[in-house]
């Protein structure tokens, strides 16, 4: 079983800056992708950034690249987000996910196997 857990939410002012960490734990063989999604009241769940386990390579959705910096930490088994200059389109819950497959080519913006529960962002204008 795989466990994530988020850290790094709050209440903000736009402009400024926050980041996200998630520590993965728990049994697994393989994983292609880490990543980051969010979901504001009456929204849908949508895609933010992911990064490739193995070669590091971010993706990003349009609305937050030259903001938002995704990494990820092979030692410490975690993957953090980096959003700066954040705006009240930014609210939501963001959630950790990743993955547990062989092969890499699936559709990972439209979804993981592992989710974390959550971490809300604010951001007041």
């Known amino acids: 079983q795989v466990q994530l857990v988020e850290s790094g939410g709050g209440l903000v002012q736009a402009g400024e800056s926050l980041r996200l960490s998630c520590a993965i734990s728990g049994r697994t063989f393989s994983r292609c992708y880490a990543g980051w999604f969010r979901q504001a009241p009456g929204k849908e769940r949508e895609f933010v950034a992911s990064?490739?386990?193995?070669?590091?390579?971010?993706d990003y959705t349009d609305s937050v690249k030259g903001r938002f910096t995704i990494s990820r930490d092979d030692a410490k088994n975690t993957v953090s987000l980096q959003m700066n200059s954040l705006k009240p389109e930014d609210s939501a819950v963001y959630y950790c996910a990743t993955d547990a497959r062989v092969g890499c080519s699936y559709s990972h913006r439209n979804g993981m196997d592992y989710w974390g529960k959550g971490t809300l962002v604010t951001v007041s204008s």
């Open positions: 990064i490739h386990w193995n070669d590091g390579t971010p």
